[in-house]
């Protein structure tokens, strides 16, 4: 029976290890960003080994994925499903712009930092493309039902992290007060 509690006590450790890794790394990545982040910089933060690094994560992708996995895990995107439900295309928007709006106060810093990263970095753009993609490719659907061309253009705006941040961070309005505004672009855009 030893041996089972030895092996388990060391999965333990391993996973303990494993999360204090990609937690560092999180953490980096809200301060500096992805693309800057180094593996020296994430050992140290974790208070391991370079090599203890490796033999978790291999190569900056996996570590990527690791933390994006995290991330998304620990505060998940709204979900566009139940917005269907709402026939009012207005009441729908507003619905919808108001839970991703809160989404990307809660994750304001990571998200400036890998958003600003994938403009440059392949592998940011691969991983956040990957965990956020098809979130907003609902969204989009959902909310976008039954809009215009120009109407789908400003849609694109209304979703944009760089719209929310220009609105509430950079401009002050309060989170209704910016959902507001957008349905109304959105709806004067026919």
């Not at 030895?6 to 290890?17: D, G, I, N």
């Not at 992805?34 to 570590?63: C, I, K, N, W």
């Not at 690791?66 to 928007?93: F, K, N, T």
């Not at 956040?128 to 849609?155: C, I, K, N, T, W």
Request: glycine residues 6%; charged residues 30%; proline residues 3%.
């Amino acid at each position: 029976m030893a041996r089972k509690y030895t092996l388990k006590r060391r999965a333990e450790r391993h996973a303990a290890t494993r999360r204090r890794i990609v937690e560092a790394a999180i953490d980096l990545h809200s301060n500096v960003g992805p693309a800057r982040t180094t593996f020296s910089m994430v050992a140290e933060r974790a208070g391991v080994q370079r090599h203890t690094l490796y033999a978790h994560f291999p190569d900056e992708r996996s570590l990527l994925l690791a933390c994006s996995r995290l991330a998304v895990e620990r505060d998940p995107l709204p979900d566009a499903g139940p917005w269907r439900a709402i026939e009012d295309g207005q009441e729908r928007l507003r619905t919808g712009l108001r839970a991703i709006y809160a989404w990307f106060e809660r994750n304001a810093e990571l998200a400036a930092r890998v958003l600003r990263d994938a403009e440059y970095h392949a592998l940011t753009k691969e991983v956040s493309e990957l965990r956020l993609g098809p979130y907003f490719g609902s969204y989009r659907e959902v909310l976008g039902d039954a809009l215009s061309a120009r109407q789908h253009s400003m849609l694109q705006l209304a979703l944009s992290f760089y719209a929310w941040r220009t609105l509430l961070r950079d401009g002050g309005l309060k989170i209704d007060d910016a959902v507001e505004a957008m349905v109304r672009a959105v709806d004067c855009a026919k």
